[in-house]
């Protein structure tokens, strides 16, 4: 009985570490990761309302971009903070990225019907990485994933994991 314990206690302690990174490692880039000055890879990427959206969009500003999952409860633990921060002024714009029929996320029109019912959510700028193209390019490894890009376009950091609304404001406080 006490073995069986133990290996209960030792399942449930690895399904909590590995909550929401079961996702492919190639290309991957390591939770944190400072980048050398390479410019963040550009995307054009529809949002739920059909509008194009398109990194370029954004050149002078600061963009913090979360990916993220509609499977994962970290990430959906983070959507009220997520979008308290989206409804600020802050000095960076704020966008998520899904990634549907990709990584086990659901299809476009399931995604889109789900996100409607989602509370707490009106600040949120979702974009559709259809196939996961963009999960790819920027390395993601897990979801969530903060990625912040300069006024220069630069990839400046990604990190896996969920960040407070002030831990990402105090990111920004060093990126130009």
């Known amino acids: 009985m006490r073995a069986l314990t133990k290996n209960i206690l030792l399942l449930v302690l690895l399904v909590a570490l590995s909550a929401c ?3 492919s490692q190639e290309n991957g880039a ?10 963040a890879p550009a995307f054009e990427l529809m949002d739920l309302e059909g509008n194009e959206q398109n990194l370029a969009d954004y050149a002078g500003q600061k963009v913090y971009v979360k990916f993220w999952a509609s499977w ?3 990430c959906l633990s983070g959507m009220e903070e997520l979008n308290t921060l989206a409804g600020e002024e802050t000095d960076f714009a704020v966008l ?10 659901k299809n476009t029109e399931s995604f889109t019907k789900w996100f409607e ?5 009106e600040n949120i700028s979702v974009l559709l990485d259809e196939g996961g193209t963009f999960f ?4 993601i490894i897990g979801y969530p994933t903060s990625v912040y890009i300069g006024t220069d376009g630069t990839l400046v950091k ?3 994991g969920h960040f407070s609304n002030a831990e990402i404001k105090e990111s920004f406080e060093t990126i130009k």
């Open 158 to 160: 990604s990190q896996t």
């Open 96 to 105: 998520t990225i899904v990634s549907p029929g990709s990584n086990a996320e």
């Open 136 to 139: 790819e390019e920027y390395g």
């Open 72 to 74: 994962c409860s970290i």
């Open 21 to 23: 990174s079961g996702i």
């Open 30 to 39: 390591a939770a944190g990761q400072l980048n050398a000055g390479e410019p």
């Open 117 to 121: 019912g989602f509370p707490n959510a």
